[in-house]
Structures are given as C-alpha cells and as structure tokens.
C-alpha cells in the first residue's frame, strides 16, 4: 500500500520547508529511518527520516520547492503501483501556496502550556465514519479556513487500504493512541517528535526517547533542588516556572556534547600568551587597506592555530574506536552563540588559506548562521574548534571538545597585566603586557599531555611572534 | 504428574464422570463397537455397557436432538460428533433448543449437555473437512465454548463442562490428539473462562486458542532470541472469554497479536481483536494484529493448505509489525 509522505513540522515554528536536497531518485529503495531529504527549516537544514518503507514511487515536491507542513511531498509504495488516487488528493487538498493565515503555532503552544488540562497537539481524531472509508473534506472545510484545534474534522481521512495515511492539517503527524496519552500525561507537544512508525506514525518509544533526552538534561540541572524537595524544603516546579520547549537545535548540542562528555576523557593545559605583536600585526593590516576592510582577531586566530595543528598532527585527529584518524586537511571550527544556541561552523583547510579569505568565509557563515540556513556542511567535521569568550571579559575557561576533532582551544579576554620580565642581563622588571589565557581541552584517548604541551607551546610561540610560523 | 496424550486425557476424563455419576453418558457416530473415530472412547464400552455408551446413524440432528430432550430431563449426555464439519447438521438443535431451553422455560429446565469433537484444519482433508467453526458456536448465547491446547486443559476441561449446567460446547483438535503432556495425577477441574498465561513476556501479548497457541508458543521461542519478549495467552475458554486476564496483559505490553485459524471475517480472534481495541484504546501503540486462515476454503494441495493457514513465520512478522520493526 503506498503511503503518502507529507512535508513534516521539523521545528515547532515550522510552517513550511523548502526541500534542499534529495537523497534519493524515484525507483529508489528506501529503508524506514532513512534520511530521505533534506528540508531547510524555518531554523536550520534538517534531515527528513523516511517514516515509510518501500520504492520512492514519485517525487512530488522537488528540490527548491518550498512546501507547506502537511502537503505531499513525496509518496513511497510498491513498485507498480497506482498512485494516481493519492496524488488527485494530495492536488485537491492542497492549499494553494501563500494564500490563506499559517496556523497560530506559537499561539497554540502557549496556550496548550498554560491550559490546566492540556489540550491533545492532535485534534479528535474525527473519522467521519465507523467503516475506515474516505470522506474528504468539503471545500468548505478547507484548510485555510480551519483552525487546528477546533475538532472539525481535521484529518485527511481514516486509514484504509491504498489511501495514504492520515496527515493532520496542523502538521502534526499520526499518532498511537498510547503515544497520544503519554504526551498528553508529561504535557508534552507531539510537534515536538518526529514519529518513527508507519507514515510518521508517532509511538510509544518516541515519546519515550524524547522525554529520556528531556530527563538527562534536567536531572543535572535540577539535581540539587530535588534533593532538597526530598527533605521537603520546597518542591521543584511551580505554576511560575517557564517551560520552554526544545528545538532541534537545542537538542542536538545536548546530545553531541553530553556524549562528548561522558565519552571523551578531557585533560585541560592553560598558558598565557602574550599579544603585543598580534595585536600590533592586526593593526598594520587593517590599517594598512585602503578598503576599509578588516580583519577580525578570530580570523587570525584560526589560521595560527592552524600553523601551530600543522607541526602537531596528533592533534587534528579523530578517536575511531580500534583506530586513530589522523586527518591531512586542518578544518578550524568557530564556536558562534545564537539567541537559539550555539553553532559551530567550519573554515576548511586553514593551513593553506590567508587570513583574508578565512576572514571573508568566516563573515559569510556566521551571518548565515543568523539567518538559520547554515547547512550541514558549513558545520560538519570540525577537526579543532576555537571558542573565543573575550568579547564578554572572560578572563579563562575550559571548553568541552567538539567531536570529531579532539581538541578545543578556550580563549578569554586580552587584559593588560602587569608581567615580570627579564632581559638578556639576567636582570627582572615589571612591564605591561597585553596577556591572553589560551586553555586546550583535550581527548586523552588520541592526545598524551606531552603531545598538547609540545602543541600548547608552539601555539603561543607563534601567536607571540607570528613570524615563527614561518619556520 | 502422568505424561499421556490428549487424547488420553480426554479419555480419562469421560472415565472418570461416568464413574462418578450415573446420569453421564456418551452417545454418537462410532463411539461405542468402535471405541471412537479418534479412539477417544476407547474402553468405554467394555467398562459401561450399550446403555451408556450409544453408538448412533448417522443422523447427527437426530441424535443431537436425542441428547438435548435426555438433558432436559436430568441426564447428562456426552454427545460426540464425529468432527464439527458434520454437526453443521445439528446446529438447530445446539442453536434453538440446547442454547435457549434454560432461558425460554424461564430456568426451569437446565441443559447439562457436552457437545464434543475435532473442530479446525487438520492435515491432507480439503475444503469440506478442515475447518475451524468456532465461532459459529461462540456466537450464541446459552453456550459455553472451550477449546483445549493441552492435555492437562482437555482433562480437566472435559471434567468441569460434564459437570456443568449449561450446554458447553468442545472443540477437540484433530492435529493434537496424539499429542503429548503432564496431566496431574489427581482429580483436577479447570474452571471454564479462565484463559492461561503460557510464557509472561513484556513487549506483545500473543493471544490464541486450540492448535495456533503452539505455533504463538514457538514463534516467542524464535522472538526471544531477536531480544523481543512476548507474552502468550491460551484462552481455553472463548465464551466466557477471560477478557481481565488480556486486559492485563495489554496494560502491560501495549500491543497485541491474536492467531486463530479459522477464516478473519467475523471470527473469535477478530471479536477479540475488536474488544481489546475498543476497552483499551489509549493504551495501545498499534493497532491489534490478526493473523488467522486466508478467507478462502482450504486448499487440499498441500503447500497450499499449510500458506493458507497461521505459522510461525506469519505471528512473527505480526509481532513486528506492532513493534513497528517490520
């Protein structure tokens, strides 16, 4: 029975997705968990997981289209076999692009938050009739005119053989009666998940999956107030507490470096680098252009960590579980906080660009970064990260690593301070230098502590002297 | 505890009621001369003489009818049909005299009568004689129906519908009568609606009655080893179903898969399937699976008679299908 496969609501906001790229051609086999495409979101490049099992039949939407939540994009059967029945639907159901008010998400959300008894993010299911047969919906009842949780007969229609099965108009995929009153107990959103049963179908096990990810997260956070609402001090929650939901984003940072964490043994090496000549370099140069372009610190930082990586492979390398990868090209990773979280997109093969053009690639990922359309490969396999908290004052910190790569450098604020310094006499003054505290978080399991020291040295060398990196 | 086959169970148990008490008695086709078509009534005869081990024509609404009058006035009649292909014949006198005596003469007249015989597919019989028809006696009210897998449930089975009031129908199963178990020494009744958790699992209830409970049986054996925990049910009894003990077990498992092998329209698996998703909607995470006998009279090529039916393979692949590993 061929299934219908309906542009997802990959984000909470989400209220279409543009298709970025196809995975697969039609006639493809496609396996269920599959990354079928790639949707750009209202937030980021998603990859949209396959729901249905089967040959991809045809291709509705393809990539560049922009495609409302609920619409067909695509549908999945058996070879062969008649889909005229679901494509005739999916063209009559279909609003038409840009017309009509997008559905109140945000609104919605907040109400369910603060609805006493939470609403179901499903709306009845109102299947017209007992016998599991179609029953369009009038035109009347056209999605534009339809408010999601109003329980007007919402869905598509009751599943039954050869029809595609049910896609609601609020975007929400199906849902399992238990996984329904699951959500429905943890108040949670079923916008949230994404289902892994048949045609999307959301199941018990992710409800399940999605509020383990929630209770590792909070059980840290909220670790010692619970021990104190056990002696009975006061209790965890309250009505003022916000929840706020998780986006994907936010999601996928606490998985990456929660695993990170707890699998790579991190060791930590500070030194204080002094900054006069990079400082001064900076300035000659900025200075120096007649454009009025610049040149930012972390540019700089980026291409002399990579001369620094470069004499250093052990530290551009990856642990492989029965092997180590030592990887050729330097790709530098650049921590960038969001409002929605952190990112950290990649200026590939450092070593062998100038300043001038990890500057300007630089420039470009971050304003796209703002804009959510980083893709994955702006992002992806970073073989060493930098996070640079200066700006805020930070004086030193230590920075979980960034997997693949192995290492992150932390960097905190230049600050003048008052150094000892001695001159070849022998003999000790006090001078005022602008200093930098540099801390290397580091992955035991590829990197000794000689190794990063060695590394930390030259690093500080060079970033004292950039000339050095010449030699 | 004895190890004897099912059929010797069923054997000891007429035995030891028609010792017990002299209104019992065994009437049908072959029964007596021939110690039973099955040899369930093996002895019998030698032990209890023509007048309580009747061999009748071949006339099985007469005989039927017989039995219902003598239960009527206080015997307590064993009727034997040779297999329930033939007592299609009987069915108005189970359906309108047996099943509504006790309620039209207003509890005046009781109906203390076992009807009993081989009921589902057997083996090489074609479209006339391999059948399962329990539902057409599952369907009426006045009825009590069960339908034994083991030969510890048939004995005591047997034991407790001889000594019930009210009519009960059996179903043997002709594939299970060589068939081998522990039967407890001592006299023992098994209640009528109480189904039998055979193997606690927690992730499907496989629910089942008569032959097929093997299969789901086997099919845990196999699932256990993909790391998939099933819980399988024998209901034994299909009217009064034990719906608490499945109740139970899906609050437990959230999912569930019913075999039964006789065809899926308007079966005793799907009246099952039906009440399990109607009483525990919101507890279900699939929709309950059936796997029973393609709608379609049995084939008498062999390969075909075995695809047509349930096995293994099929309850596997149904248990993941709810899972949604399939």
């Given amino acids: 029975m061929a299934a219908a496969v309906p542009m997802l609501a990959l984000s909470p906001t989400m209220t279409e997705g543009t298709i970025a790229a196809w995975k697969y051609n039609e006639g493809d086999e496609i396996k269920r968990g599959a990354v079928l495409c790639e949707v750009e979101t209202d937030k980021a490049v998603m990859d949209y997981e396959a729901g249905a099992q089967g040959t991809l039949l045809k291709i509705v939407a393809p990539a560049g289209t922009s495609v409302k939540v609920g619409d067909l994009i695509a549908v999945i059967g058996s070879k062969g076999e008649d889909i005229s029945s679901i494509l005739a639907q999916a063209t009559a159901s279909a609003a038409p692009a840009g017309s009509g008010p997008v559905p109140p998400v945000q609104a919605l959300k907040t109400e369910l938050l603060q609805s006493p008894t939470p609403q179901m993010s499903t709306p009845p299911s109102s299947t017209p009739n007992n016998s599991g047969t179609q029953t369009p919906i009038p035109q009347s009842q056209a999605p534009q005119e339809q408010q999601p949780f109003n329980g007007s007969p919402s869905v598509l229609g009751g599943p039954s053989p050869g029809k595609p099965a049910p896609v609601l108009q609020s975007g929400v995929a199906p849902s399992s009666p238990l996984a329904r009153k699951l959500a429905q107990q943890a108040g949670l959103d079923l916008r949230m998940l994404q289902g892994s049963g048949p045609g999307g179908r959301i199941v018990k096990r992710d409800v399940s999956r999605y509020l383990e990810s929630i209770s590792s997260r909070s059980s840290k956070a909220l670790g010692a107030e619970t021990n104190k609402s056990q002696s009975g001090a006061y209790t965890v929650s309250t009505s003022e507490d916000t929840i706020v939901p998780v986006t994907r984003l936010r999601q996928t940072i606490a998985r990456r470096l929660g695993e990170s964490m707890r699998e790579a043994p991190h060791f930590y090496l500070r030194m204080a680098i002094d900054m006069e000549h990079l400082i001064n370099l900076r300035n000659a140069y900025n200075q120096a252009r007649k454009d009025g372009f610049t040149v930012s610190f972390n540019a700089i930082f980026m291409k002399l960590a990579a001369m620094a990586i470069a004499k250093h492979p052990q530290v551009n390398s990856t642990w492989m579980g029965d092997h180590i990868q030592i990887h050729s090209r330097i790709d530098v990773a650049l921590a960038v906080a969001l409002e929605e979280g952190l990112v950290a997109p990649v200026v590939r093969d450092c070593a062998h660009k100038g300043i001038e053009e990890i500057e300007r690639e630089l420039r470009d990922l971050i304003s796209r970064a703002k804009e959510g359309n980083l893709k994955p490969e702006d992002y992806e396999g970073a073989t060493f990260t930098i996070s640079n908290l200066g700006a805020w004052g930070v004086e030193e910190f230590t920075a979980i690593i960034n997997p693949p790569g192995s290492a992150i450098l932390a960097l905190g604020a230049i600050k003048k301070e008052a150094v000892v310094h001695s001159n070849a006499q022998g003999e000790d003054s006090l001078v005022i230098r602008p200093m930098m505290r540099a801390t290397l978080s580091s992955d035991h399991r590829t990197i000794d502590g000689a190794v990063a020291a060695a590394f930390m040295k030259d690093l500080a060398a060079i970033w004292e002297d950039p000339a050095k990196a010449l030699f | ?326």
């Fill in chain 2, 1 to 326: 505890m004895a190890i004897m086959t099912y059929r010797e169970a069923l054997n000891r148990a007429l035995d030891e009621e028609m010792a017990r008490d002299p209104s019992v008695f065994l009437m049908g086709e072959e029964v007596a001369e021939y110690d039973g078509a099955y040899k369930v009534s093996k002895g019998l005869l030698a032990k209890y003489g023509p007048k309580r081990v009747i061999d009748t024509p071949i006339t099985e609404l007469g005989f039927t009818g017989i039995g219902v009058g003598a239960a009527q006035v206080g015997l307590r009649p064993v009727i034997e049909w040779m297999t329930h292909n033939f007592a299609l014949l009987a069915l108005d006198q189970v359906v309108n005299n047996a099943a509504k005596m006790r309620y039209m003469s207003g509890g005046r007249f009781k109906m203390p009568i076992v009807f009993r015989g081989p009921n589902g597919p057997a083996e090489y019989l074609a479209a006339q004689h391999s059948q399962s028809f329990a539902s057409y006696w599952a369907h009426i009210p006045g009825l009590k129906v069960v339908a034994p897998a083991f030969p510890a449930d048939a004995y005591g089975l047997l034991k407790s519908a001889i000594r019930d009031d009210d009519p009960v129908v059996v179903l043997e199963a002709e594939m299970l009568y060589g068939t081998s178990g522990e039967v407890p020494d001592a006299e023992t009744l098994i209640p009528i609606g109480r189904a039998n958790i055979l193997k606690t699992g927690t992730d499907v209830s496989l629910i089942s009655f008569s032959k097929p409970v093997r299969y789901c049986l086997d099919a845990a054996l196999e699932l256990e080893k993909e790391g998939i925990s099933a819980e399988v049910i024998d209901l034994r009894s299909l009217r009064p179903l034990d719906m608490e003990t499945l109740y139970h077990s899906v609050e437990k498992t959230n999912r569930a898969v019913v075999v039964d092998e006789a065809w899926p329209v308007a079966s005793v698996g799907s009246h099952i399937a039906f009440i399990i998703s109607h009483d525990r909607f919101d507890l279900l995470d699939a929709p309950v699976e059936l796997v029973s006998s393609h709608d379609v009279p049995m084939p008498y090529n062999h390969q075909l008679e075995l695809e047509v039916q349930p096995g293994v393979k099929k309850i596997m692949s149904a248990v993941k299908r709810v899972l949604y590993l399939e």
